[in-house]
């Protein structure tokens, strides 16, 4: 079996880059909350799980497409993520990484446990958008395809709004100095509980994407939240344009080394890849040059 | 006299009490299920059948003139957990009985414990053929072994002339098993391996692996696997366009899930099974009914086994007459019983030799029986109906 087929390369590099894209949108969203006040929200996992369950209810019950239950579960998310940093995450902030961790471990417990007490551990999915359409000699899968677009959409738009406006400039100010960004008159605290909403409409979308790709349960989680703390390592901490990179690296890797070697391999890579930066360049590919 | 009329009366009174207390304390049955993790949701199947059980034999009186008590705790799907909690039911909660976990690896890690306290346990849930080659003399299985598990399908393919196969399985212990039969029995058969790739335990994604399979146009396609793998497997098989004569897969497609979650992209899998209700066995048919009744949905054959494990286990107490271990695993290396789920017997290492596998597939949304012929319910549906098709 030739393996140098182009097409065969070709075909797993686009099925990397699609399910790169569905990583860079967690990635970036959890890297956004690190930026901005320093915490590692490990429940960010969760918070896609719950826009799977709101894409599957909104579905099976009231027959919602997927594409409407994103706007719905975002809106939904944001929501739940602006309560949940007001009310819990501020209280950490400024606290050490250790106590930030323990917090937010506990709310994906507390998520988590809920989730399964509602809808047991059964495995769900919305089944639409099943089936592949053909470009060329390659074969993409509708739900992947509908799932980076979407992503790809999501991240540039947040892209450009951190880039471009005020309220997006006024985070980036937090993230780099928040004692400076509050004696330039910037309400930190609400910038805080903003940036944590938007991070959870992030996830939101991407976990409504995702209940089209793959068959989840309330203890998913663990299994998509370690590929996003090393995308946010690999890409480097706090900076977006990393972890967008990173995700969309890790998807082509995993699908090269799934490709090439083993499938189990490629489950591997996302800690390989960790390693690797951590020892080439331990602020990650787009990190500072100088440890702040 | 009137202090000694008020002493007699009292020590009558206590002992009243002391009698009264003690009249048939609860039999303490311990398990460790898979509640979380990725065997929940035939953990929690096989733990439905177990309740039933203690349901029914308390319901009729309980074993030996007591009251059956289920003591259970959550493994996680990890045999480690599940080891540490076998542990603890036997040295902590004292159970007086022991059932098995769910799945072979966990069981592997459970059965260790209970050998080391020299405690039989009646296993439902596990096939691997490696629990019984240790020379252990305390783990009783009730699930026809895993090697077997595809063979009527390897000769069905054989039948049809098929050439090829591509085997995938995940990392653990059962699956394992299930690989090493295919390969025995496609040797026997002169059948060919194209393929053959072990897929990690929490995979999935199978996309790159479905990429090398399609090159190389394998005739039949079978997974030693559970269930989300199973179906995640079918689902971007489907988005691929990997296409096979017949597709097979352990576990998955026994259970009412399967074709739930995949609709008609469940049509023609083939899965293996160790029960179904439609089975001519006493008691199957009024189990699976009031099965549904109580959950709401049809009884898999993990929930059968559950069931199937309480009653070997209380007619294995009933044949020892008490509950002493040594006396307990004697009747159990040679209790010869018919349960819901079907015999039991066991050689001499506890593996079970009475009880036959079958094979189900997936026809109008629904699964049925097709081998061997002379239980089938429906005739098997021959080739795997193209994707576009559906």
């Known amino acids: 079996m030739n393996l140098l087929d182009p097409i065969f390369i070709g075909q797993l590099v686009i099925g990397g880059l699609l399910a790169g894209a569905l990583y860079a949108l967690l990635a970036c969203g959890l890297n956004m909350v690190f930026g901005v006040m320093r915490v590692i929200n490990v429940a960010h996992a969760e918070f896609m799980l719950v826009g799977s369950f709101a894409a599957y209810v909104l579905y099976r019950y009231l027959h919602v497409h997927p594409f409407v239950s994103v706007v719905i579960a975002a809106v939904l998310l944001y929501g739940l993520g602006f309560l949940l940093q007001r009310y819990l995450v501020e209280r950490v902030v400024n606290r050490s990484l250790l106590t930030s961790l323990l917090l937010t471990y506990g709310m994906s417990i507390v998520l988590m446990n809920s989730g399964l007490l509602i809808f047991s551990s059964d495995f769900r999915s919305v089944p639409v958008l099943q089936g592949s359409f053909v470009a060329g000699p390659f074969i993409i899968p509708q739900s992947r395809a509908a799932a980076a677009l979407v992503s790809l959409a999501v991240t540039v738009a947040v892209y450009w709004f951190l880039k471009r406006s005020r309220l997006g400039k006024a985070v980036r100010a937090v993230s780099e100095h928040a004692e400076v960004a509050m004696l330039c008159g910037i309400d930190v605290v609400r910038i805080r509980m903003f940036t944590f909403g938007l991070a959870a409409a992030m996830a939101a979308v991407a976990g409504v994407m995702l209940s089209m790709i793959y068959s989840f349960s309330p203890d998913t989680g663990p299994d998509f939240i370690t590929k996003c703390f090393a995308i946010m390592v690999i890409g480097g901490m706090g900076n977006f344009l990393g972890a967008f990179y990173g995700g969309l690296l890790l998807g082509v890797v995993e699908a090269l080394v799934g490709g090439f070697v083993t499938t189990q391999w490629a489950q591997a890579m996302s800690y390989l890849l960790l390693v690797l930066v951590l020892v080439v360049r331990p602020t990650g590919l787009k990190g500072a040059r100088l440890a702040k | ?390």
């Open chain 2, 1 to 390: 006299m009137k202090r000694a009329f008020l002493i007699a009366v009292l020590s009558v009174v206590a002992w009243l009490g002391i009698g009264i207390a003690s009249a048939a304390p609860p039999l303490k049955v311990g398990a460790s299920v898979a509640l979380t993790g990725k065997y929940s949701r035939t953990g929690q199947e096989q733990l439905n059948g177990i309740k039933m059980w203690v349901q029914d034999v308390n319901a009729r009186g309980g074993i030996l003139g007591r009251k059956v008590d289920l003591v259970y705790y959550d493994d996680e799907s990890k045999p480690d957990t599940g080891a540490k909690l076998y542990e603890k039911l036997i040295t902590d909660d004292k159970v007086d009985l022991l059932l098995g976990p769910y799945s072979s690896g966990v069981t592997l890690a459970a059965s260790t414990v209970a050998e080391k306290h020299g405690f039989p346990m009646v296993s439902s849930g596990a096939s691997s053929t490696k629990i019984w080659s240790r020379g252990y003399k305390n783990v009783f299985g009730l699930y026809t072994p895993g090697t077997t598990y595809m063979n009527q399908i390897l000769h069905f393919a054989k039948s049809k002339g098929l050439k090829t196969v591509a085997l995938i399985y995940a990392d653990t212990a059962f699956p394992r098993n299930v690989a090493k039969g295919v390969k025995v029995t496609a040797k026997k058969l002169g059948l060919k391996i194209v393929f053959e790739e072990e897929y990690g335990k929490a995979t999935t994604d199978f996309a790159a692996m479905i990429q090398k399979m399609r090159r190389l146009k394998p005739d039949v396609v079978i997974g030693g696997s559970y269930l989300p793998d199973s179906t995640a497997f079918i689902r971007q098989a489907k988005e691929n366009r990997l296409y096979a004569k017949i597709f097979a897969f352990a576990v998955g497609p026994g259970l009412p899930d399967f074709g739930k979650n995949l609709g008609s992209d469940a049509e023609d899998v083939m899965g293996n099974t160790q029960w179904e209700p439609t089975l001519n066995i006493p008691g199957a048919k009024d189990f699976a009914t009031r099965y549904k009744e109580k959950y709401g949905h049809e009884p898999g054959y993990h929930a059968a086994g559950g069931y199937g494990a309480g009653q070997v286990l209380e007619a294995a107490v009933k044949k020892a007459g008490s509950i002493n271990h040594a006396a307990l695993r004697r009747a159990l290396l040679h209790l010869n019983t018919v349960t819901i789920f079907g015999r039991y017997k066991v050689d001499k290492t506890g593996m079970q030799i009475g009880k036959p596998g079958y094979t189900v597939q997936w026809q109008g949304g629904e699964r049925y029986v097709v081998l061997p012929k002379d239980v089938a319910v429906k005739p098997v549906v021959y080739p795997f109906k193209p994707w576009s098709g559906r």
